[in-house]
T-cell receptor
Framework: AQSVAQPEDQVNVAEGNPLTVKCTYS??????LFWYVQYPNRGLQFLLK??????LVKGSYGFEAEFNKSQTSFHLKKPSALVSDSALYFC????????????FGAGTRLFVKA | NAGVTQTPKFQVLKTGQSMTLQCAQD?????MSWYRQDPGMGLRLIHY???????DQGEVPNGYNVSRSTTEDFPLRLLSAAPSQTSVYFC????????????FGPGTRLTVL
């Protein structure tokens, strides 16, 4: 069965430190990969996606993600965390063979302390 | 552009009542979806549509109906509300093509007593 795993319910980092939010997936082929962010009482907002090409993808608000095909991972990273980055982050995958559905991870809450 | 809009923002229902959650998008997107978000479970797909007049079931369709008479609108109907339907509901839209990201509405927080 296709699935997305975000192994950490919560990640705590200090402001100014680098952050990583982990995502691994089990989907056949080479899926499209996405990260979304959800701020309190808001809908999800798109951050970045991997389609093809360079394994390091840059997105909004200084975030980037590294695609690793052999490890089937798509970890979200940022070199220097801000308090305003505190939010809920979702990894999502979509089958490249034409399927409609997007599979979401359970989400990881990022807490950045000043 | 307003993007994806949803109404109402909050709703309280009694068991057995019915209601419609409204969703509209002004981006001319072909694809639209309804999700529910429950703690620790991510987003689960309820119903989706790949164009006007075409709808299909997602992974948790029971108790919900949808229709898509126009490209812009995709209402979700709760037929007979149950406490298990207490959740936050999100509507999303995107362009056709697997590589395209989704645009989400602000959500409707529904409580069923």
């Amino acid at each position: 069965a296709q699935s997305v795993a975000q192994p950490e319910d919560q990640v705590n980092v200090a402001e100014g430190n680098p952050l990583t939010v982990k995502c691994t997936y089990s989907v056949s082929g080479n899926p499209y990969l996405f990260w979304y962010v959800q701020y309190p009482n808001r809908g999800l907002q798109f951050l970045l996606k991997y389609i093809t090409g360079d394994n390091l993808v840059k997105g909004s608000y200084g975030f980037e993600a590294e695609f690793n095909k052999s490890q089937t991972s798509f970890h979200l990273k940022k070199p220097s965390a801000l308090v305003s980055d505190s939010a809920l982050y979702f990894c999502a995958v979509r089958d490249r063979t034409g399927g409609f559905k997007t599979i979401f991870g359970a989400g990881t809450r990022l807490f950045v302390k000043a | 552009n307003a993007g994806v809009t949803q109404t109402p923002k909050f709703q309280v229902l009694k068991t057995g009542q019915s209601m419609t959650l409204q969703c509209a998008q002004d981006m001319n997107h072909e694809y639209m979806s309804w999700y529910r978000q429950d703690p620790g479970m991510g987003l689960r797909l309820i119903h989706y549509s790949v164009g006007a007049g075409i709808t299909d079931q997602g992974e948790v369709p029971n108790g919900y109906n949808v229709s898509r008479s126009t490209t812009e609108d995709f209402p979700l109907r709760l037929l007979s509300a149950a406490p298990s339907q207490t959740s936050v509901y999100f509507c999303a839209s995107r362009e056709a093509g697997g590589q395209n990201e989704q645009f989400f509405g602000p959500g409707t927080r529904l409580t069923v007593l």
